[in-house]
């Protein structure tokens, strides 16, 4: 078997599941159709561009224009990536008419084709095919897909930063899950495109070069795609958001002023009066046993405006929400593990009563507070 075959087998996998994997998305019923709709697409497009390694030669010199078309089908990878980013991270996300934005190097990509390929004569055509690498369309074509790559990282990986900070500040036992899928398959897809950008600088260096370095990218690609199916198989959940209208503390703070001695001595004194009754009823009333527990739910609890409490918790106590909670959480579970008389109850069943959901999340917060894992404290 030579390395061309080798290739297009496994382009060809890759292709077949995207596809796959889009078809199950777009007919499957849940609550997150938009969300399987942008993956979708993304699958689509990216089984498109994939798709060229094993075209047929001949098929393409007779339908020149569908494989120039197809070229510009790789403008719209990323796009639909982001968007599907955006989609999962915030519940609220809706496609905008401002969306259509991330079209516009699909639409002027297709605009230089039409007048410098598209409308070509067959001859010309072919002789544009046959030395295309050399051609300013192609040098346009890989300079806004490299603009693309840059652009779009530095976007995906914000919102994955605003998604955190906002989980961390108002909701507890968060579905780390999502952040992790999302930045992980981030980082391996723009890897592979950070590849490919080097791949296209080099590709006049040498041809033993190329194949070796299309070999990886290929074998890159597929196990991305088949981690993709077994993501969506086994973890239904990761199409889960949050509302993205919920406003950092630092983005509600007042601004600073200049007050006069007195004002800001009362005014600490009112927070030190506020962080005495949340701590107290933190402690009597134990609100952390809900798992579910929000910083919207626990501002009613206390009668507290939200704004306010999340400033308080997360600006004058310096803590996020999250970790705020699981202090409480980590603090009861402590008292239960040095309790002889609950020395039965397992671990998973103490992280259960004190509020946590996930063994993995109790046992990272146990050790943050404590330095010991929890059989390690039970013991000690």
């Known amino acids: 078997m030579n390395i061309v075959t080798f290739l297009n087998g496994m382009a060809g996998i890759s ?4 596809l796959l994997l889009a078809f199950f998305l777009l007919t499957v019923q849940t609550k997150n159709k938009l969300a399987n709709r942008l993956f979708a697409c993304y699958l689509i497009f990216f089984a498109i561009d994939n798709s060229g390694i094993f075209i047929d030669e001949n098929f393409i010199r007779y339908h020149f224009n569908f494989e120039f078309f197809r070229w510009t089908i790789c403008t719209l990878v990323l796009p639909a990536f982001y968007l599907y980013v955006v989609s999962v991270c915030f519940a609220d996300f809706r496609l905008r008419s401002k969306h259509l934005l991330h079209l516009i190097p699909f639409v002027l990509t297709n605009v230089v084709f039409l007048f410098r390929l598209y409308l070509l004569n067959e001859a010309n055509k072919r002789l544009f095919y046959d030395h295309r690498d050399q051609s300013p369309e192609m040098f346009y074509l890989f300079l ?14 914000l919102v994955l930063k605003k998604y955190r900070e906002i989980f961390q500040e108002n909701y507890t036992n968060p579905r780390t899950s999502i952040f992790k899928w999302l930045f992980q398959i981030s980082m391996a897809l723009f890897v592979l495109y950070y590849l490919s950008i080097a791949k296209n600088i080099l590709r006049y260096a040498a041809i ?17 795609t088949c981690w993709f199916v077994l993501k969506a198989l086994n973890y239904p959940e990761l199409f889960r958001g949050i509302d993205s209208k919920l406003l950092l503390a630092r983005d509600i703070l007042p601004k600073k002023n200049n007050e006069s001695t007195d004002a800001k001595d009362s005014q600490n004194e009112v927070i030190a009066n506020q962080i005495l009754a949340l701590r107290h009823y933190m402690t009597e009333k134990e609100p952390f046993l809900d798992p579910s527990l929000t910083i919207q739910e626990l501002s009613n609890q206390i009668e507290i405006p939200v704004r306010d409490l999340s400033v308080l918790i997360n600006q004058h106590m310096d803590q996020h929400f999250f970790d705020f909670v699981n202090e409480y959480r980590i603090q009861k579970a402590m008292e239960i593990l040095k309790n002889p008389s609950k020395k039965d109850l397992t671990v998973l069943e103490i992280l259960y009563e004190v509020g946590f959901n996930s063994k993995s999340s109790f046992n990272t917060s146990f050790k943050k507070y404590t330095n010991l894992t929890p059989t390690a404290y039970r013991n000690s």
Do not use: A, K, P, R
């Open 208 to 224: 033993d070069f190329l194949w070796w370095s299309n070999t990886i990218l290929q074998f890159w690609v597929l196990t991305i």
């Open 15 to 18: 292709v077949f599941v995207s």
């Open 144 to 157: 806004v897909l490299g603009l693309q790559i840059v652009v779009y990282s530095i976007g995906v990986f």
